[in-house]
């Protein structure tokens, strides 16, 4: 508990005031909520209890404390009597100006002087709301995000006036709910979050009402590629196109910025399609308001991401330019306000900053909105070459000290990611022993490494992963038993890939051919280019595949395919790789990067331990009888469940967060 704030006033008993009220109760204040009638908060009553009971049935909370926070929450008709000994009142009733100053008029009235006086507004200007007041000092905003008692962000806003006091006590008292506070130090409209996602979906509208790409192509996308829990129009389905449309509005009033209207949103709106709770709106729902909209994961392979969130990061960049919120809290808001994967930064730096100015520039020569001029920030880092990770500086310091140069490979560690690459392109990236014993080497120093989540290997260049081994060694009468020492190195190498304890991926960029196609196979995954030739053609040369083709083509692709390969010869395009299951994405050839970093980031934020062991249960479990497999995976599962990493994935199952998994 907030060692000044012991007694909390919380006006307005609805979706958000109950919310508000039971999180309180929880964290041991006494509440007092406020509502125009009994029945609103007999109902607001019953909802916090059986907010409470769930709570209890899951085992977050004991069944005993359910009646003892019941007990803490009074309920009141009056804000006078409501606010006569609270230290913070909390107003949060429907978002009109004029009532929510009235309410604060009488608040001040009546409150001790040291009282703060909160408002959740989303949508209103605090310093407005505050001149209700003769302590705008003492007036600040305080915005939780629905459904407060599982949503782990509150933004702390400070108006105009707001001294620095008010806000630090409002920061603590936000701590003290074990709710994860972000300071916003100017009252802007939308504040951090609600900015960013208008950005968000500011493109994306547009872009469908110009039939660039439909709903459903930049959901999947966004979804899949980019790993957001929701797609940016399902969202809005699920909160309500009415709410998106309406806040809209009035940000839009408030703020140039935020000018930029959807004409697909008011057409939806003024056909009452409100979305998922009206059974449509920009999805159907035939089967009730639960059923979920239908985004295939393939849908949206041709969208470019980049041009999606400039907006977003346009207005991250503004938001940090301007003072309103630091980076690490803005970075905090998506993730916890938006459940984004990564920060609105991050995702920047992997687009490349000089990608997201372009992308801003074609907007912005398209539309007209001022949210689309390239912000002065992110114009400066273009001209001082901090594109991002493909620089080693961008918001973030990546740096050239995670880069060892072998004679034959370099290897590249961009945490929680390590690339290596093959690095001999004018020969087709053709493997030596020197590059094996490498490639080997490069794995050992990878193998515990803690900061490395997942291995990518790739060829340098841009038309050949591997074009095979060396045949320049082949030639010359050598003796056989040269040969099989050679090529056990050769299958060792390969091997240690297989054994590896961290998944690894072959990002395949041109020419996987024998040797290195062998490579390939050893990997957890491949991901090729739509330009990418795949095959084993040693059966050309007189010879066959010596590093475990025969094997393991065999388990991929099954025994029929597999021969056909190996002993026609032939190269195969991506796409038919792709059709045998040989490759597991195809990607084009523009957007290689991105998509291989996009599916290693997603196993990266896996539990490390727990894909160790599913790695080597299908790996080597799959080698064997079923029944030892079986045993096999028994004893990885039992292993599995005694994790650290494991109690946090129920854990975060159970708040409903996306699980942090540190491999413990
Ligand atoms: N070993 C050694 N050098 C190789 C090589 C290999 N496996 N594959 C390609 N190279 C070299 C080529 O000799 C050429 O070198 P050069 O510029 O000094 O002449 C260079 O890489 C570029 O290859 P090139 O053949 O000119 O390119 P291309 O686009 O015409 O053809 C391939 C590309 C991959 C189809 C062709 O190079 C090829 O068939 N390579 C052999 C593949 C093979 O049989 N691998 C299995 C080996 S066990």
Redesign the pocket.
């Known amino acids: 508990m907030s060692q000044q704030i012991r007694r909390v006033a919380v006006i307005g008993a609805g979706t958000m005031g109950h919310g508000i009220a039971e999180v309180s109760a929880l964290a041991g204040y006494e509440v007092v909520m406020v509502d125009v009638s009994q029945d609103i908060l007999n109902k607001a009553l019953e909802r916090i209890k059986w907010s409470l009971d769930k709570l209890a049935e899951r085992g977050t909370i004991s069944k005993e404390r359910v009646g003892e926070v019941m007990g803490r929450i009074k309920t009141s008709l009056s804000i006078a009597e409501a606010v006569r000994d609270a230290d913070l009142m909390i107003e949060a009733v429907p978002e009109k100006l004029d009532l929510k100053k009235q309410v604060f008029a009488e608040a001040d009235k009546y409150a001790p002087p040291h009282a703060i006086l909160a408002t959740n507004t989303s949508s209103l200007p605090i310093t407005e709301i505050a001149s209700a007041t003769k302590r705008p000092d003492k007036v600040v905003g305080i915005h939780f995000f629905n459904p407060p008692v599982l949503m782990p962000l509150v933004e702390v806003i400070k108006g105009a006036q707001t001294s620095d006091e008010t806000a630090r006590r409002s920061y603590e008292f936000v701590k003290s709910l074990g709710k994860e506070p972000i300071m916003v130090n100017k009252d802007v409209p939308g504040f951090v979050v609600n900015r960013i996602l208008i950005a968000l979906n500011s493109a994306a509208c547009l872009l469908v009402a110009n039939n660039q790409y439909s709903v459903v192509e930049i959901d999947s996308a966004v979804k899949y590629r980019a790993g957001l829990p929701m797609g940016i129009f399902e969202l809005q389905d699920f909160t309500g196109i009415d709410v998106g449309y309406l806040v809209g509005l009035a940000v839009a009033e408030r703020d140039p910025m935020l000018r930029v209207p959807c004409p697909l949103l008011e057409d939806l709106y003024k056909k009452g399609w409100l979305g998922q709770k009206s059974g449509r709106g920009f999805y159907e729902y035939k089967g009730g308001p639960y059923e979920r909209a239908n985004i295939p994961r393939e849908a949206g392979e041709k969208v470019d991401l980049t041009l999606i969130f400039a907006p977003a990061i346009n207005m991250a960049a503004w938001l940090l330019r301007n003072g309103i919120a630091s980076k690490e809290d803005i970075e905090k808001g998506v993730k916890l306000g938006l459940g984004w994967p990564k920060g609105v930064f991050e995702y920047a730096d992997e687009f490349g900053i000089d990608k997201v100015v372009e992308a801003l520039n074609q907007l912005y020569s398209r539309f007209g909105y001022e949210l689309f001029k390239p912000d002065p920030l992110l114009t400066q880092m273009v001209q001082e070459g901090r594109l991002g990770r493909k620089s080693g500086r961008g918001f973030y310091e990546y740096g050239a000290a995670g880069t060892v140069e072998f004679k034959e490979i370099i290897l590249r560690k961009e945490p929680p990611l390590a690339w290596i690459i093959l690095n001999r392109p004018?020969?087709?990236n053709?493997?030596t022993l020197t590059m094996l014993e490498e490639l080997s080497r490069a794995l050992d120093m990878l193998w515990d490494d803690k900061d490395v989540r997942v291995v990518i290997i790739r060829g340098a260049g841009d038309?050949?992963f591997s074009?095979?081994?060396?045949?320049?060694s082949?030639t010359g009468p050598l003796h056989t038993y040269y040969f099989f020492l050679y090529n056990r190195k050769f299958q060792e190498a390969v091997s240690k890939i297989e054994r590896f304890p961290k998944p690894v991926i072959a990002a395949i960029n041109g020419?996987a051919?024998?040797?290195?196609l062998e490579i390939a196979l050893a990997c957890d995954f491949r991901i090729a280019t739509d330009t990418s030739?795949l095959g084993q053609?040693?059966i050309?040369?007189g010879?066959i595949?010596?590093a475990g083709g025969t094997q393991r083509l065999a388990r991929i692709v099954g025994l029929g395919r597999a021969k056909e390969l190996i002993m026609l010869g032939d190269?195969i395009k991506a796409d038919e790789a792709y059709r045998i299951g040989l490759v597991n994405r195809v990607v084009p050839k523009e957007r290689f990067e991105e998509e291989v970093r996009s599916f290693a980031m997603r196993l990266a934020q896996g539990p490390p331990i727990a894909l160790t062991y599913a790695k080597y249960a299908l790996n080597f479990g799959t080698q064997v009888p079923v029944d030892i497999g079986l045993l096999l995976e028994a004893a990885f599962f039992s292993m599995a469940v005694n994790t650290k990493d494991a109690q946090e994935g129920v854990m975060a199952f159970l708040t409903r967060r996306r699980p942090e998994f540190k491999g413990e």
């Open positions: 004018q020969r087709l053709a493997l038309r050949a074009a095979g081994a060396d045949v320049t082949f020419y051919l024998g040797g290195g030739e053609p040693e050309n040369l010879i595949p010596g190269r």
